[in-house]
């Protein structure tokens, strides 16, 4: 199947977000799956290669509010796309700071959890 080009761009715009080696892992992990493929490949053609290729806004605020996005809807992603802020040059004390001023707003069940899930990702960062 031909690949259309907003499915290109997307493609390179998830590979420059997550790393080349971290994109290919998740493809050969949780999207070994035909179901899982489509819904990728989806993803990649309308998300990485519509809404995060727009002009407007740079990749590191892009990133950000994914992640603000992701802690004040309790969402899976929340590492996935903490690990993309991060390679954007956000620091774990921002990130910090940014939960912490959501907790006012959404509640502290919400951002204690984005803390937990976020642990992980910070202790791999600090290691690295």
């Known amino acids: ?26 493809n050969a ?16 053609e309308l ?15 892009r990133t950000l509010i994914t992640v603000v996005a992701d802690a004040a809807t309790g969402r899976d992603e929340i590492e996935i796309h903490l690990r993309m802020a991060l390679r954007q040059g956000w620091t774990e004390q921002e990130i910090t700071e940014a939960y912490i001023q959501l907790m006012g707003y959404v509640g502290a069940p919400l951002i204690r959890t984005a803390f ?12 690295t």
């Open 29 to 44: 992990g949780a999207y070994s799956d035909p179901a899982a493929q489509q819904f990728r490949d989806a993803a990649i």
């Open 116 to 127: 937990v899930r976020s642990r992980p990702v910070f202790e791999e960062f600090r290691a």
């Open 1 to 26: 199947m031909e690949r259309s080009e907003a499915y290109r761009r997307g493609a390179e715009m998830r590979a420059q977000l997550m790393g080349e080696d971290a994109a290919a892992a998740m």
């Open 47 to 61: 998300v990485f290669g519509g809404i995060w290729i727009r002009p407007g806004l740079d990749l590191k605020l």
